[in-house]
């Protein structure tokens, strides 16, 4: 049974003076204490992290993994299929860098939605994707991320076990910790990665106070009792001093300040993903990751105002450039020049920069990145987005919300590269393909490739029995 650690009684501060070492309790997981570190053994798990690529707003697929030349003139995407390193498999001409690494790829073009009222919501899509689970149940689920370092625990004691790169964006209040304890929630970065003086600030705690200073009020809080509500027993005890131990260890380890410093990467390398806001997001990811962080999720867009090559840039009309594409999908720039412009005014066309070219280079740029550094072996990357876009242009030349087909991608962790999975008709509407897939099996995927039970239960606070993804079933396909 998963037990909650109780707040720690305000005598246990008294002498600490460090607000910031309370707020740590739900910078990362809690400790092994409460949780495994290393994953259960179990046939299906060959992944050891996991690295989510969550691009909001809905991707839309025939744009970009499921090329659809012989769609309706009318409705058509202008961007040709090109063929990728792998025979047969094509993407359109916008993922020209990605079909370069398209031998490290599985495209399941068979993914579905089925649940009602989600499809026109971006919040409710956007929990769903961090959950795995459709919202709205008796029971608010965690975040995948907070499940997985509720049970695995972090093989690096100086970092979180689940970090959301940035999490400035408005749909990032979606993501949840629901039943668990706080200290499972997704510790998020915060701020513009392009620009040159970003940092964490949640780390600035580490240069306010001298580290001998620290010791002895660490030395301090030892020597106190310290209380728990409702009598907490010794386990609560001892998992509370492994929590501080935890958290002491994250204010002066110096590793912890490097696993987010991206001067300490060449110039070579962050020129290589893209030296834009998302391409530094995809980049911090691949650090993290290396770091020994359990589970990454990347959710980013490019702010109006970012850097590029370390120089301002400020992206006219843009004001939320997801991939919500109501309005003017292709266009040269900004999509607030349609007359009665609807709610997907303030992105930039599909095809340009702060979209899919920023997009192309930095997922390119890390899938290569990963495997030259031998990351792929043991983490699972996955490329998601909460719905598709219609197969029909609407009237303000735009593509609406659809939840019929879209498209994720996959690699690493065991995942057969150079493959492709499911079919859509030529609008890429509708799945023709025996198999689709659902956003609760992505989530089944991710646990078992990590090996976890998903018949063994979690339990709230009231000790009810939690089953993971009841729904759910492994996508057989990115199991060898």
Not at 9 to 25: C, D, E, P, T, V
Not at 115 to 129: L, R, W
Not at 332 to 345: E, I, K, Q, R
Request: hydrophobic share 35%; aromatic share 8%.
């Amino acid at each position: 049974m998963h037990r909650h650690v109780p707040m720690m009684g305000r005598r246990s501060f008294i002498g600490l003076g460090l607000g910031g070492l309370a707020h740590l309790s739900g910078f990362g997981s809690l400790p092994t204490a409460l949780a495994a570190a290393a994953a259960p053994s179990r046939p299906g798990g060959r992944a050891k992290q996991v690295l989510v690529i969550f691009e909001q707003g809905g991707v839309s697929q025939m744009d970009t993994w499921d090329p659809k030349p012989d769609a309706p003139t009318e409705h058509r995407s202008p961007f040709k299929p090109i063929s990728t390193v792998v025979p047969g498999m094509q993407f359109t001409e916008l993922l020209t860098k990605t079909a370069k690494v398209a031998d490290k790829l599985t495209v399941v073009r068979c993914m579905t939605q089925p649940t009602p009222g989600i499809g026109d919501s971006h919040p409710k899509g956007s929990q769903y994707i961090f959950s795995g689970e459709a919202p709205g149940g008796p029971v608010e689920r965690p975040d995948i991320s907070s499940i997985v370092a509720s049970i695995m625990g972090t093989p690096a004691e100086f970092l979180p076990s689940n970090i959301l790169v940035p999490g400035t964006s408005e749909q990032a209040k979606e993501s949840r910790v629901g039943f668990l304890p706080p200290g499972y929630a997704v510790f998020k970065t915060g701020g513009n990665l392009a620009d040159p003086n970003w940092q964490v600030p949640n780390l600035g705690l580490m240069a306010a106070i001298a580290p001998e200073r620290f010791q002895q009020r660490r030395d301090l809080l030892s020597n106190l009792d310290v209380g728990f509500a409702h009598g907490g027993d010794m386990k609560d005890v001892n998992a509370m001093q492994s929590l501080l131990q935890q958290a002491a260890n994250m204010l002066t380890n110096p590793q912890t300040r490097a696993a987010f410093d991206l001067g300490r990467e060449s110039e070579a390398t962050r020129t290589r993903y893209g030296t834009g806001h998302r391409g530094q997001c995809y980049l911090l990811g691949r650090k993290l990751i290396e770091s020994g962080v359990r589970f990454v999720t990347v959710d980013v867009r490019e702010p109006r105002q970012s850097w590029v090559d370390g120089k301002s840039k400020f992206y006219d009309g843009g004001t939320n450039m997801n991939w919500d594409h109501h309005d003017d999908i292709y266009a040269n720039g900004d999509t607030n020049h349609v007359p009665g412009s609807g709610p997907g005014a303030g992105r930039w066309g599909i095809q340009t920069w702060p979209m899919m070219g920023s997009t192309d280079q930095a997922l390119s740029a890390l899938i290569e990145d990963m495997d030259q550094r031998g990351l792929l072996a043991e983490t699972l990357v996955c490329f998601v987005t909460e719905f598709g876009r219609t197969p029909k242009i609407n009237n303000r030349r735009g593509r609406d919300h659809w939840t019929h087909s879209f498209s994720f991608a996959f690699a690493g962790a065991g995942v057969p590269g150079g493959q492709v999975v499911g079919s859509t008709d030529r609008d890429g509407g509708y799945i023709t393909s025996s198999m689709a897939y659902t956003i609760e099996d992505y989530a089944a995927t991710i646990y078992e490739k990590l090996g976890i039970d998903r018949a063994k239960p979690l339990h709230n606070a009231a000790g009810r029995p939690i089953i993971l993804t009841p729904k759910g079933r492994p996508i057989p396909e990115l199991f060898v």
